[in-house]
């Protein structure tokens, strides 16, 4: 026999002397997919799993497996993960898990499991992760966890707990009760616990004194006619906190002004979510100096008024959302944008459910000028040309984006009743294409030149309205006169151009429905600096009408002159004669008198 054979031989001997061996060639059940050591079964009853497999998941089993017995757990004892989901299962038998030594990651939901008895986890040492989440357990034992000496996550949300669970293990890092009925909340001393998940409980009661989480960095609370005070929440009980979310029910949770301040002063703070919340002012959301970065405030309540010297000073804050709060989203539209209110790293504000109209240009640019991701949705909007038209528009040049687009619909007008606002047509011309007609097709008009004397200095004619002191029009007429050394006795050559400027105020131009704007006039050629809005025939003809007003008064002014200065000649032209009379007269008297003599 060769060399290579026989060496090829002994290799394989080994493994076949180990008969187990023979379930790593067992093909994947029928009813199951497996997916390298992932098998995901259905069916009322476990097939055989080979010792590759590591992680069962099973669903929906049809009949329903009951009870957790050791028959139903013999065949699994290589498994470290196993989720049973809507399998039917309403208990365990005890001592059955314990069959499964190194079971790590243990999901039972969406069952009917009424209670968790003593020795339900005995030799479950390796379990590190437990969840029971949506099944019925009422009532769990004192001591049930305690064999859980690994364990880190524990999840016993969407139950019917009316209180915690006693002696639960040290060293968990996660405890997840939320939708549960527990009513008080004793003082819990886990060291080690990173979150604790409370919302959506009925708590009326606190112990106050938390100092045994240290380590807590999120915290959810909820409950209904409980109130936050400064002996629950502050740094020393929870000097590492990151989030915050305190929800209360129909009577809704107080905060007292000192919680809050100490809310205000916790410097790891990263997240603050308040539901159904009430507040004396609105102190909370003036923190100049914090490092909150996500802020949400839904069916807030203010017991009390809003002082004047309220602000809204939030410098670090992200997300700023504000749905169902409309008192807030209120206090953050009207109150002026003053040193410390402009919320520079805002990108995400959401306001749905606000009962807000309109949401003008201007408050974004002054608030938030970072704006990337605003929701109006569930609003009564009023979707007019000159009110929400720039936001169709700031989303068509990827400026915005439009979060909740499906809900966000005009109220008002009648004929826009119950269309998305970004389909919607809201101006029947596009404002950044209309341009006034006067400035852009008519051409500039040329200006007389006006003559006067040469000894005459520039002069300055104002004509001024009134009515809008705001809005001027200046007209530079400015031509330099050329110097002659001739004297002339004809009109052209005895006059110089005349150096004038003319400012004209005009205002009152109506336009319907509108304040009026300002004009510029350079030369004769009308610039508009208002933004352009549609006008009736009739403002047009008004437009015109101002435009020829004016310029018979120009004409009036330039005819003054003329006249002024014509006078001035011809009385120079008669001195000039009498004076050439009174040398003729004179001329003649010496000769008479030479012939005398």
Known sequence: MPARAI????????????LG??????????VCKCLGPVVICKGGTIPPIGPQSTQLSFDSADPPITVFSTSFAQHMDHLVTLKLSSVGMTKFESGALGRIPRLTTLNITRNNITALRLGTFENCSRLSSLSLENNNIQVIENG???????????????????????????????????????????????????????????????????????????????GSNFTVTERLVNTKNFPMLESLKLQGGDSGVKITPQAGANIKGMASLRTLE???????????????????????????????????????????????????????????????????????????????????????????????????????????????????????????EDKLSLEGEENTTCASPEHLAGLPLLTATLCPIDPSKETSTTSSTTPAKQIPTILTSST??????????????DTTTALP???????????????????????????????GIGRSGSPPGSVSVDAGTLESQAAPKIRPPLAWLGIAAGTLLLLILVVVAVGAVVRNSRNRHLAISHRRIDSRDNMVAMAQICRSQDQLL
Request: glycine share 4%.
């Open 274 to 396: 308040l539901d159904s919340c009430i507040l004396s002012d609105f102190q909370l959301f003036n923190q100049p100096n914090s490092s909150l970065e996500n802020l949400r405030v839904s069916n807030l309540k203010i017991k009390g008024k809003a002082s004047v010297r309220s602000r809204l000073a939030l410098p670090s804050v992200h997300v700023f959302d504000v749905s169902g709060s409309p008192i807030l989203a209120n206090f953050f539209l009207t109150s002026p944008a003053r040193e410390g209110f402009v919320l520079t790293e805002l990108t995400t504000l959401k306001m749905s459910r606000c009962n807000i109209k309109t949401f003008d240009k201007s408050v974004l640019l002054a608030k938030a000028p970072n704006i990337m991701r605003l929701d109006l949705s569930h609003n009564p909007l009023e979707c007019t040309c000159y009110g929400l038209s720039w936001i169709p528009h700031y989303v068509r």
């Open 477 to 507: 007429l400015t031509t330099k006169a050329r110097p002659t050394t001739m004297q002339h006795t004809t009109e052209a050559t005895e006059t110089s151009t005349l150096l004038g400027e003319i400012s004209v105020n005009i205002s």
């Open 21 to 30: 061996l023979a379930s790593y060639f067992l093909e994947c059940p029928t």
């Open 144 to 222: 049930t966890f305690m064999p859980l000496t690994s364990l880190v996550n524990l999840s016993l949300a969407q139950n019917a707990l009316t209180f915690l669970p006693g002696q639960l293990p040290g060293q968990l890092h996660l405890l997840d009760l939320n939708f549960n009925k527990i009513a008080a909340i004793p003082s819990l001393a886990l060291e080690r616990l990173i979150t604790l998940n409370l919302c959506h409980n009925v708590i009326s009661k606190v112990t106050q004194n938390q100092a045994g989480m240290q380590r807590l960095r999120n915290l959810c609370l909820g």
């Open 456 to 469: 005459t200095e520039p002069r300055n004619v104002t004509l001024m309205n009134k009515q809008s002191p």
């Open 7 to 18: 060496h090829s031989l002994l290799l394989v001997l080994p493994f076949c002397a180990d």
